[in-house]
Each structure stands twice: as structure tokens, then as C-alpha cells.
């Protein structure tokens, strides 16, 4: 038996964890999905199963969005629908925290900044003379030329230098040139060192801006996944497209080396996702749901032989909201209490183990 941590670790019930409802399927994984996701061509049943498929992934959308913004105290109204209308709530919520401190901030060029500007100028001789010339014009626009009689800068143009700063290190990202490469690198570290400073050199309110930049490095992952779903689906992002952008952030360091080791930023929900809330059918599965569907109804295809209908009428339960509801709490079980470390084993999918044995013997 795997100890409670172990059990907490488990992709599902870090979703269910999180707030994400799963099906049955989804909860143990394995032949029990791969036959789920078969019987959604199923009559009635495969009804049932796609919604509760659908509700978890609107689920997912805002468990994501809700962590984006957990750094800041903020979370999405429970009345706004996941989308494009959820995530432009999250970009407003984050900008109203960010315009709150901006008057009481102010960027100073310490002597730690200039020591660590000077290392970046430096490594920058190693690109050619013409992307020198590139990133000294970037120095001098986005940092020198900002710079008050006192050496520093407000909050405000500190935001928009740094706002800048990340907009041009996402435009040259998109270059497979090698001395563009090396710029974007040098290009997120002036940002970076930027941002050190400023929280280094705010103290009262660092912790505030320290959230407030967690948060924004979230959002761009989240705004990401949205802009890559298909229009049809209004900007409600599935878990590959969520997994895609995660693991393209634009972070500092070696982002794909995180992503291998599994620490990139909301990693810990992109990849449970993908584990369970991913279609377990690779093509169209026409065949397998046929034979499915075929077996559970006794070989009858679409008919519904009267012991195998009563057994999936009472699995239609399962995937309605309340019955994932009842489902999680007893999923949840084992990782609080030992005497229900066996609850799991009861949650097989209700008429879909049964119902297959039935129809196969007749």
C-alpha cells in the first residue's frame, strides 16, 4: 500500500486535490479510461460521459487561472464563465494589483545592479557587431534614457521599460538566428536585473512585488494555452495546449532543462493533466468504441439488452456534477484517514466493468 504522501502524488488526486472534477475513468486510469473514452459513442451513457469530460476541463481551466492569481489574493467570480471572458478578468485583476503599488515604487540603480549590468554588457562583446550595436541601443532606450537626475526611475516608466523589455525578448525568441538567440538571453537578463533591483531596493513592499511577478510570469503561461485553443472553443485551452505553453514559457535560465526535471512554473498541474484528462484514443477510435458498445450491449451494437441498461442507468449517475462530487470525497479519503485506503477499489466505473462481463457471456 502506498503511504498517504505517495497517495497525495498520484496525478489524480492532485487534480481532485485542486478542484478538478475527473470521471471514474479518469480516476483509475488504465484499461478503465482507455473503455471510458470507447463508450462515449455509447447511447445516453456516452452523453453522460462526454459532459462530465467537459465540465472537467472547464474545471481545469479555472483551477489554473485561480493559481495565477493565488500570489495576489485574487480569484476569478465564480459567475464568469471559463474562456476568453475568464482569462480577461485575470489580466485585469493582475493589472489593478501592479497599478496599486506602482506609485510607491521606485527603481534605483544600486551598486549591485551596476556590478551585475556590467557582467551582462560584458558577455554581450561575445556577439557580433552589429547585435552589440542592437543591444546597447536596447540599454540605452529602455534603462539609460529613463533614468532621472538621481539615477532612478518611478514605478511607472520602471513598468513600461520593463513591459518593453519582455515584449521584445518574445519577438526575438521567434528567431532561429544565433546571434538573436543570444540577444533574447541578454535581453532577459537586463529584465531580470531590473526586477531584482526594484523588489531589492523597495523592502516594504518587496513581498508585494514579488507576488505580483509570480503572478505575471503565470498569466503569460495561461494567456498562452488560451491563444492556442481553436476558435470555436472560445479560449478554453485543453491540457496538451496548457502543457505546450508551460513548457514554452519565456523564463529565465534554461526553460526545456525545468520542464525534463519537471520544476517549470505550473508544471505540478500540466502534467497530471495531461495524464488524466487527455483522451487515452490516439485516432477516432471508431473501431474500439464500436466493439465496445457492441460487447456491452450483448452484441446488439445500439440495442440495450434490459440487465446491462439497468446496470449503465445506474452508472449515468457518476458523471453527473453531484455524483463526481460524492466521488472525490471518497477519493480524498485515504489521504486523511487509513481505514479507507481501501475506498479507492470501489470506484470502478459503475456498469462499465460489470456491464462488458455481462454482455461478453451472453
Do not use: H
Not at 498517504?4 to 470521471?23: C, H, R, W
Not at 465496445?292 to 458523471?319: F, H, K, N, R, S
Amino acid at each position: 500500500n502506498p503511504n498517504f504522501e505517495d497517495v497525495n502524488k498520484l496525478p489524480a488526486n492532485m487534480l481532485i486535490k485542486e478542484g478538478v472534477s475527473l470521471t471514474p475513468g479518469q480516476r483509475l486510469g488504465g484499461f478503465t479510461q482507455t473503455t471510458e473514452d470507447a463508450l462515449t459513442s455509447f447511447p445516453v451513457l456516452g452523453e453522460f460521459i462526454k459532459g462530465a469530460k467537459i465540465r472537467g476541463i472547464e474545471d481545469f481551466n479555472r483551477v489554473v487561472i485561480n493559481k495565477a492569481l493565488a500570489p495576489i489574493g485574487e480569484k476569478l467570480s465564480d459567475k464568469v464563465p471559463v474562456g476568453r471572458e475568464a482569462v480577461a478578468e485575470m489580466l485585469e485583476k493582475a493589472s489593478n494589483a501592479y497599478k496599486k503599488l506602482l506609485p510607491n515604487l521606485r527603481f534605483n540603480m544600486d551598486t549591485q545592479f551596476r556590478s551585475q549590468l556590467n557582467e551582462v554588457i560584458d558577455n554581450a562583446q561575445f556577439l557580433s557587431d552589429a547585435t552589440l550595436k542592437k543591444f546597447n541601443k536596447i540599454v540605452e532606450k529602455n534603462l539609460v534614457s529613463k533614468l532621472d537626475n538621481k539615477m532612478g526611475m518611478s514605478g511607472e516608466s520602471f513598468k513600461t521599460a520593463e513591459s518593453t523589455l519582455g515584449k521584445l525578448a518574445t519577438t526575438l525568441s521567434k528567431s532561429t538566428d544565433e546571434d538573436a538567440v543570444q540577444l533574447t538571453g541578454a535581453v532577459k537578463q537586463l529584465q531580470t536585473l531590473m526586477r531584482e533591483s526594484l523588489e531589492r531596493t523597495n523592502p516594504s513592499q518587496a513581498a508585494q512585488l514579488k507576488n505580483a511577478n509570480k503572478t505575471y510570469r503565470m498569466i503569460s503561461i495561461v494567456e498562452d494555452a488560451s491563444a492556442k485553443a481553436p476558435g470555436q472553443f472560445n479560449g478554453v485551452f485543453n491540457p496538451s495546449q496548457f502543457d505546450r505553453a508551460v513548457k514554452g514559457a519565456k523564463t529565465m535560465g534554461k526553460p526545456k532543462r525545468q520542464y525534463v526535471k519537471g520544476q517549470a512554473t505550473m508544471q505540478e498541474l500540466s502534467d497530471p493533466a495531461v495524464q488524466r484528462l487527455s483522451p487515452t484514443i490516439p485516432d477516432s477510435g471508431t473501431p474500439l468504441r464500436g466493439m465496445t458498445a457492441a460487447i456491452a450491449g450483448g452484441g446488439g451494437g445500439i440495442l440495450i439488452d434490459p440487465v446491462t441498461g439497468g446496470l449503465l442507468a445506474g452508472a449515468l449517475g457518476a458523471y453527473t456534477r453531484p455524483g463526481s462530487a460524492f466521488l472525490n470525497m471518497l477519493t480524498n479519503r485515504p489521504l486523511s484517514a487509513p481505514r479507507y485506503g481501501k475506498s479507492i477499489d470501489i470506484l470502478k466505473a459503475p456498469g462499465i466493468g460489470a456491464g462488458a462481463t455481462y454482455g461478453g457471456r451472453n
